[in-house]
């Protein structure tokens, strides 16, 4: 058996889930752990909901087994004299590792952001968490608000680019080493006019965490912006906005990555920093159909 443990945002919540369906197409007996990547990040939950995505949960007995996590007096003391025998595997860089094809009987921690994870599948995951799965997800109390689909027909019927700004979390000083100074006005700027030389007609849709920021950066700006305001703020609303633009300019987040990657349009131009992270080689995230802004 192989467990995987769910953790981070929306986005690194769908790579989880994309590599749950290629090792579960592979004929590979694979759980989730939804539970464990959440207890000290009080800001975020499972979002897979929404889309009514399905995978089969791990029992806390397993995941016991396969950490080594076990609270019985015996399994404490040896883990005091032997040390824990943990049947894990930590993700240690952001390239792709072909070889977790091969493993079984493991506990995975990471994030596994690349196309690479699930070579076979794609089709499958775009069904599972495009808008038609939203929209049939509705019964249950999600799919898209008044809000969200009057958004969406202006959308549909515009040459609509999406622009992703993510601000916020990114702006606190442990995660500007890792995620500041890539995607600058500058870069937003360039990524911008290389759309409108492209489409001249085009309306951008501005979606980002940051709306006071934003309303003074499109005030300086000559070109169409629309601000994208959802009243309840739900991620799986702008992401699947996002994703029916018929163009997107990326963030370096996997948020408008997975935007991008569920937009269907066959004459899509999506437009990525060409830096991802600060310090780390993150080659794999990019996709073939990406066009790179320096």
Known sequence: MIILQMAGGLGNQMFQYALYRQLTAMGKTVKMDDEAGFREDRQRDPALAPFGAAYEKASREEIMRMTDASPAFSARVRRKLFGRHKKSYFEESKRFLPEIFTWDDIYL??????????????????????????????????????????????????????????????????????????????????????????????????????????????DKKTCDIILVELPDEKDYEA??????????????????????????????????????MNGWDCTDIYRTDMTIIR
């Open 109 to 218: 921690e990471g994030y596994w952001q690349s196309e690479k994870y699930f070579p076979d599948v794609g089709t499958l995951i775009k069904k599972d968490l495009g808008l038609e799965s939203v929209r049939r997800n509705a019964v249950n109390g999600y799919g898209l608000s008044a809000c969200a689909q009057d958004y969406l027909q202006q959308m549909e019927n515009t040459c609509s680019v999406s622009v992703h700004v993510r601000r916020g979390d990114y702006l606190l000083p442990e995660n500007q080493a890792l995620f500041g100074h890539i995607c600058t006005e500058a870069y937003y700027e360039r990524a911008m006019r290389y759309l409108a030389d492209r489409h001249p007609a085009c309306t951008f849709y501005l979606f980002t965490n940051d709306r006071e920021w934003s309303r003074d950066w499109i």
């Open 239 to 276: 992401l699947t906005l996002m994703s029916r633009c018929k163009h997107n300019i990326l963030a370096n987040s996997s948020f408008s990555w997975w935007a991008s990657y569920l937009n269907e349009n066959p004459d899509k131009i999506v437009t990525a920093p060409a830096k991802w």
